[in-house]
C-alpha cells in the first residue's frame, strides 16, 4: 500500500508531502488546480518516460520519492529481496531528474535503471488514466484486457517463448535452403581458399618466427659488424678492453682493504662487475658465432613473406590472422557439403516447435474462450448499472485467417457491443459513442481491477463523460473496490467524492510572480464544504450544504466494515 509520496519542483508544484491510508481517497478541486500532478509524479516515480518539462520553471530537477508498506506482499519482497534490495518491510522509491535530461531512480536508497523500478512498480501500482477508452479501439490492448482477465500470462509467455524459437529455426532453415542454389559455386571457391591456405601449413606463430628470421637475415652484416665490436671492446688482447680495467682496479682495490675496509663493499662490487663483463662477453661471442649471411635463405624468406601479404590482402586481413581465416572456410566448408543432413535436421526441429506451438496456442484459445464468456457477463452486467439498460458487450475469439501460430497465439480478439436493447452486436469503433465507450471502458477497468492483484489502483478522472445517478453507481464501485484495497481517485463528481473513505482537496495558490499547488486532507466540515463547491460552483447557498451533507451522510453508510485509519497530510 502507498503510505507517503513527496513531490519537489515538479509542474507547478513546489513542495508536497501526501501521506494516504488505505480504502477509498477522493482527491478533488477546481479545474486546473494540479489534480492530476499526483497521479503523474506517482507515474515518474515508477519508471515513466520524463524530460526537463516536467520541471517547475526556475529550479534544476524535480524529485519524487515515494513509500509503501510491502510486509503483505511476498512476491514483492521477493523481488528486493533477489537484489539485494530488500529493507525491513519497507520499500521507499525515489526519482531524480535534472535539467540537463539525466534521470536516476534509486529503490531503498541504491541506485537502479528505470527498468527496474518499471518492474517493480507494475507489482505495486495500478493507474487507469482518463483517456483509456481511446486506447480501448485498438486490437492489442483488447486482446491484453482479455488475457489479463483470465490470468494467461504464463501461457502467454510460453507461446511467445516456442513462436521466437520456431522463427529462428525458419530463419536459418531459409538460409540453408538460399545457400544450396548457389552451393556449387561456392563450394569451388572454398576448396580452392582452403587448399591455398593450407598448403601454407603455417601457424600463428610460425608467422610470427618467419618474420623475426627475415629480420635476422635483413640485418645479419650489421649485427655482425656491431658484435665484432664490442667484443673488441669488452675483451681486447691489448689490454684496454673493459674486462681488462675492471679486472686490474679490482686487484689494486683487495690489496687496499686491509688499510680501510670501508673499501670491502667496493671491491665486492667490482668483482660481481667482472663475473658479469666475462659472461656477457661469453655470450656476445657465442651469438656472433651462430649468425650466418646466407642470401639463398633470405630470398626464400622474402618470398615467403610476400605470398603471405598477398593472401593477407586477399582476404582482407592481417598475415597473423590467415590461420583464423583458414579455420572459418574450413567450417563453412563442412556446413556446406553436410548441408542437406543440416536441412534434414531443421526440418525435423521446425515440425516439432510448430506442433508445440499450436498446442499451447490451443490451449490459450480455449482459456481465452472461457474467459471471454465470462468477461462478456461481467462488462454486460456493468452497463446496466452505468446507463446503458439493454446494452450488450461480447468479447469475440475467432481463429486467424492464416491459422498460423503468432507470439501472442493464433486467435484474433474483438469487442464487440450493442447499446441498445435488440440490437445486434457490432465492433466496439463502429457503435459507440465517446460517453458510452467511457463507460465501457470504466466497467473493464474496474472488472479488471477487481481480478487483480495489486495492493494500489489510480483512477484518473475516469469518471468523465458521466453524471447522475451513474456516477454514484461509478462511486459505489470504487468503494467497493476500497474495502480490500487501496483506491485513489481523481474526481470531479460529487457523487463519486462523496463515496470515499476519505477526501483530499488540491488548490492552486497564485502569488504575484509564483504559483503553489497545496493538497490537504478535509475533515467533516471541509468535506462538506468541497462536496457543496463541485454541487453548486461559485455561490454556495444553505440548502447546497444540506444536500452535500446528506450526499456524505448517505455515502459512508455504504457499507458497515470499519473505516480505514486515516493519515495526516501535510502541504
Known amino acids: 500500500m502507498l503510505t507517503h509520496i513527496h513531490v519537489r519542483n515538479l509542474a507547478i508544484v513546489d513542495a508536497i508531502d501526501v501521506e494516504l491510508a488505505g480504502g477509498m481517497t477522493a482527491l478533488t478541486g477546481e479545474t486546473g488546480a494540479g489534480k492530476s500532478i499526483l497521479v503523474d509524479a506517482l507515474g515518474l516515480v515508477l519508471g515513466d518516460r520524463a524530460d526537463n518539462s516536467v520541471i517547475r520553471h526556475g529550479c534544476e530537477r524535480a524529485e519524487i520519492s515515494a513509500s509503501f508498506e510491502i510486509d503483505r506482499l511476498a512476491g514483492v519482497a521477493e523481488w528486493l529481496c533477489a537484489r539485494e534490495l530488500d529493507l525491513d518491510g519497507e520499500c521507499q522509491l525515489r526519482r531524480i531528474i535534472n535539467r540537463e535530461g539525466r534521470s536516476r531512480g534509486y529503490i531503498n536508497g541504491q541506485p537502479v535503471p528505470m527498468q527496474s523500478l518499471r518492474e517493480l512498480g507494475e507489482q505495486l501500482v495500478d493507474i487507469h488514466g482518463q483517456h483509456e477508452h481511446q486506447s480501448l479501439l485498438r486490437s492489442a490492448v483488447q486482446r491484453q484486457l482479455l488475457d489479463a482477465f483470465g490470468g494467461h500470462q504464463p501461457l502467454l509467455t510460453e507461446v511467445a517463448t516456442l513462436y521466437a524459437e520456431w522463427k529462428s529455426v525458419q530463419d536459418q532453415l531459409d538460409s540453408v535452403i538460399r545457400d544450396t542454389t548457389e552451393r556449387d559455386a561456392r563450394l569451388d571457391l572454398l576448396r580452392y581458399q582452403s587448399q591455398e591456405l593450407e598448403a601454407l601449413g603455417l601457424s600463428a606463430e610460425d608467422i610470427q618466427s618467419i618474420d623475426a628470421e627475415h629480420a635476422r637475415q635483413a640485418n645479419a652484416g650489421q649485427l655482425l659488424e656491431a658484435c665484432q665490436q664490442g667484443l673488441a671492446r669488452l675483451d681486447a688482447e691489448d689490454g684496454d678492453s673493459a674486462y681488462s680495467l675492471v679486472s686490474r682496479t679490482l686487484d689494486e682495490l683487495s690489496e687496499l682493504v686491509r688499510l680501510d675496509s670501508r673499501l670491502e663493499e667496493t671491491v665486492r662490487l667490482l668483482g660481481d662487475a667482472a663475473i658479469l663483463v666475462q659472461e656477457g662477453t661469453e655470450s656476445l661471442r657465442h651469438y656472433a658465432g651462430q ?80 474467459a471471454a464468456t465470462a468477461f462478456g457477463k461481467q462488462i454486460t452486467t456493468a452497463m446496466q448499472t452505468l446507463g446503458m439498460g439493454g446494452g450488450v458487450f461480447r468479447a469475440a475469439v475467432t481463429p486467424r485467417k492464416d491459422s498460423a501460430c503468432g507470439p501472442h497465439g493464433m486467435d484474433n480478439i474483438e469487442f464487440l457491443v450493442s447499446a441498445n436493447a435488440g440490437q445486434p452486436v457490432q465492433p466496439l469503433a463502429k457503435v459507440a459513442s465517446g460517453g458510452e465507450l467511457s463507460r465501457i471502458s470504466l466497467s473493464i477497468q474496474v472488472i479488471s481491477a477487481g481480478s487483480e492483484t495489486i495492493p494500489t489502483l489510480i483512477f484518473d478522472e475516469v469518471d468523465s463523460g458521466i453524471g447522475g445517478g451513474v456516477a454514484e453507481i461509478v462511486g459505489q464501485k470504487l468503494r467497493a473496490l476500497g474495502a480490500g484495497r487501496q483506491v485513489l481517485c481523481v474526481t470531479h463528481l460529487p457523487q463519486v467524492a462523496a463515496l470515499a473513505h476519505q477526501q483530499m482537496q488540491v488548490s492552486k495558490l497564485s502569488g504575484k510572480d509564483t504559483t503553489h499547488t497545496r493538497i490537504r486532507p478535509l475533515d467533516g466540515t471541509e468535506r462538506v464544504d468541497e462536496l457543496a463547491r463541485m454541487l453548486g460552483g461559485v455561490k454556495i447557498t444553505r440548502q447546497t450544504r444540506e444536500h452535500a451533507r446528506e450526499m456524505m451522510e448517505l455515502g459512508q453508510k455504504q457499507d458497515t466494515r470499519s473505516k480505514p485509519v486515516r493519515r495526516k497530510a501535510k502541504a
Open 291 to 370: 649468425l650466418e649471411i646466407d642470401p639463398g635463405r633470405l630470398q626464400w624468406l622474402e618470398d615467403r613473406i610476400g605470398i603471405l601479404h598477398d593472401l593477407a590482402r586477399k582476404h582482407r586481413c592481417t598475415p597473423e590472422e590467415l590461420p583464423v581465416v583458414a579455420g572459418n572456410i574450413r567450417r563453412e566448408l563442412d556446413s556446406i557439403e553436410h548441408a542437406d543432413q543440416h536441412r534434414e535436421t531443421l526440418q525435423t526441429r521446425l515440425g516439432e516447435l510448430e506442433q508445440s506451438c499450436q498446442k499451447a496456442a490451443r490451449q490459450l484459445s480455449d482459456k481465452r474462450k472461457r
